[in-house]
């Protein structure tokens, strides 16, 4: 072994320690919090810059004339995904399916695009649309996609919406991944019916319109397995410094996928074992410093007992898998359309899945390179899914937690193609099987979008998604205070709002800033349960049920089952003899032109935190 390598290999042990110590030894959770919220997107910014710099490799041949003729070989492969895109995306309705995870991930992005900040807006005073006073958090998840949204807002101008076309866009990505993919060991048939095999799949018509980081995460897990299938291929170190920088952002979107960094060590040890030498880029060597960004969002999350909505020895349990794994199980194999599986690809992948495992005794030698990278990705893949199932939030027919087996349902989508084409030798896929699969799409994967779109699952995530669609038809934004749990989504709609808490502690400052005409008028949204009526329901469990000083009107409501509504209300006034304990709001208003006066004016007309 030479004194350079020696060297590569001890500097690569270095940064690693580093990465690691530096977020969970050297720096607090306070100090990790003030890094991601004022440099997190710059340091994602470097990170997203260093990996496109190194696509130049793969795509250094690319021309006009190599294009036609990808489009003139795959011109059908484009039309199936352009239309299986169009599909998905009327499916469903766009809107915030997880709550609140997406509202925080779009909020990051609105403060990124607005003033460069990774943080969560949890409420705020405006005037005239402009922001004159905010509190808020930084977000314990890490900050890729945020930041990609906040590229959308950058280029096309701010708007809630822009995080579904974000993710239209990578649905047709993970489908044109998908088909590279599978194309690349098998026929283009094969991977047209992969293609069609994981759209009828109803989760990916939900993530598809709704803002979560899922689909994002399942690009980068396929263009992981496509980098490094082209790096084993690639002569010596070519490759290796994208893959890694795909793996780092990887971990930049899921905390969870922080364990796709070890798929590079595992096809550079599979690569210096065929080559009997260790080679090593300088870049790769220090690669690992990149980490410290996610590591620092993890090291929020670890620190914040806020984020841990149970305990740390109950977050992960063995106890937790017997059912979350008969959940799964019941899953992915529901035939009444309760789920957003697809029993086509459960069946087909995993029967696929288990033929495929000959395989990695047989060694074909034109799967020499896809087979390692195959095994290295699809055993991340499971590794994550069995700490999901470990997990006390981790039932998968609960359909906030569903999106968690979307990784394993994409690898499912490559197997047919695999055991067909490897392990069955059918060459020429027969046209029925593809028209079989498209017929099972639009019938029943169809059926059950539309049932997910008129049946509510959530109740919160649907009456949220009412409430904002009535708030931003009928009330002006910037005029009107909004009263509400899901504050944090109402902002990405220009609404100025305070949590319930605030408003019930202090509500003397509420009526004030009605009364003296800072906001032509106040709203609040409420959820009930148990009833149709306010004498029979109740506030929900997870919910803060507005005090009763408070003189409603209500103007709209809406049912969403025999015994959940959510109604919303107009601020009429305070019932008579209301005391609190908090200090008498200001008598006087100060001038608006004294930016500085006006902002410590409204901090104690009403203040956005209470003790």
């Known amino acids: 072994m030479c004194k350079s390598t020696i060297c590569k290999l001890g500097l690569a042990g270095i940064t690693s320690a580093l990465a690691l110590l530096i977020p969970f030894r050297v720096l607090s959770t306070d100090e990790a919090t003030i890094i991601i919220k004022h440099y997190g997107m710059w340091l994602t910014l470097a990170t997203t810059l260093l990996f496109l710099f190194e696509l130049r490799q793969p795509i250094k041949d690319v021309n006009l004339s190599s294009l036609k003729e990808l489009l003139r070989n795959h011109w059908v492969a484009v039309v199936v995904i352009l239309i299986a895109t169009v599909y998905l995306h009327s499916q469903i309705d766009d809107s915030f399916k997880i709550l609140y995870d997406e509202y925080t991930l779009s909020s990051t992005a609105m403060n990124m695009h607005t003033n460069g900040w990774a943080s969560v807006q949890t409420a705020s005073h405006q005037i005239d649309g402009e922001i004159v006073s905010a509190v808020g958090f930084v977000d314990k998840r890490p900050i890729l996609f945020p930041f990609l949204i906040a590229i959308a807002h950058q280029l096309t101008g701010y708007t809630a919406e822009n995080v579904f076309w974000v993710n239209t866009a990578l649905t047709t990505l993970l489908l044109s991944l998908l088909y590279s993919i599978a194309v690349s060991f098998s026929s283009k048939r094969h991977a047209l019916l992969s293609i069609i095999l994981l759209v009828s799949l109803p989760l990916l018509a939900q993530n598809t319109n709704g803002g979560g980081y899922e689909l994002l995460n399942a690009c980068l897990i396929a263009s992981l397995l496509i980098f490094g299938i082209q790096y084993l291929k690639n002569p010596k170190n070519e490759g290796l410094n994208l893959l890694v920088l795909n793996a780092i952002l990887l971990a930049s979107t899921r905390y969870e996928s922080l364990l796709y960094t070890l798929v590079p060590v595992i096809l550079w040890i599979i690569k210096s074992s065929r080559t009997r030498r260790i080679e090593l880029t300088w870049f790769t060597c220090i690669s690992p410093l990149l980490l410290i960004t996610p590591l620092l969002s993890y090291s929020i999350f670890k620190g914040s007992a806020g984020f841990i909505q149970t305990t740390a020895e109950n977050f992960f349990s063995l106890d937790h898998f017997?059912?979350?794994?008969?959940?799964?199980?019941?899953?992915?194999?529901?035939?009444?359309?309760?789920?957003?599986?697809?029993?086509?690809?459960?069946?087909?992948?995993?029967?696929?899945?288990l033929a495929s495992t000959r395989l990695l005794l047989k060694r074909p030698p034109v799967l020499r390179d896809h087979l390692p990278a195959f095994a290295a990705v699809f055993s991340i893949i499971t590794l994550n899914t069995l700490l999901a199932l470990t997990c006390y939030w981790g039932e998968w027919t609960d359909?906030?937690?569903?999106?968690?087996s979307l990784p394993l349902q994409f690898i499912l989508a490559i197997m047919p193609a695999l055991a067909l084409y490897h392990i069955f030798h059918v060459k020429r896929l027969h046209l029925a099987a593809i028209i079989s699969a498209i017929l099972f799409t639009l019938v029943i994967s169809s059926h059950i979008n539309q049932r997910i779109q008129s049946e509510p699952?959530?109740?919160?995530?649907?009456g949220n998604h009412w409430a904002l669609t009535w708030l931003t038809e009928n009330i002006p934004a910037e005029q009107n205070l909004i009263i509400s749990d899901g504050c944090i989504g109402i902002q990405l709609?220009?609404?100025?709002?305070?949590?319930?808490?605030?408003?019930?502690?202090?509500?003397?400052?509420?009526?004030?800033?009605?009364?003296?005409?800072?906001y032509e008028d106040i709203y609040v949204v409420e959820a009930f349960v148990g009833g149709t009526t306010l004498k029979t329901a109740q506030t929900p469990p997870n919910a803060t049920p507005l005090s009763k000083d408070y003189v409603l009107k209500p103007v709209a409501q809406k049912a969403f089952s025999t015994n959940a509504f959510y109604r919303i209300s107009q601020v009429v006034e305070l019932r008579p003899n209301t005391s609190t304990h908090s200090p008498e709001p200001p008598s006087t208003v100060p001038s608006i032109d004294d930016p500085n006066a006006y902002r410590d004016y409204l901090d104690k007309a009403l203040p956005l935190v209470t003790n």
């Open 457 to 462: 699952r959530l109740l919160v995530p649907t």
């Open 493 to 518: 709609y220009h609404f100025p709002a305070i949590p319930i808490q605030v408003a019930n502690q202090l509500p003397k400052h509420v009526i004030h800033l009605k009364d003296t005409g800072f």
């Open 399 to 404: 359909p906030s937690t569903s999106r968690f």
């Open 322 to 353: 017997p059912g979350n794994f008969k959940a799964a199980t019941a899953y992915l194999f529901n035939t009444n359309g309760d789920h957003s599986n697809s029993i086509l690809l459960s069946i087909t992948g995993i029967l696929s899945l």
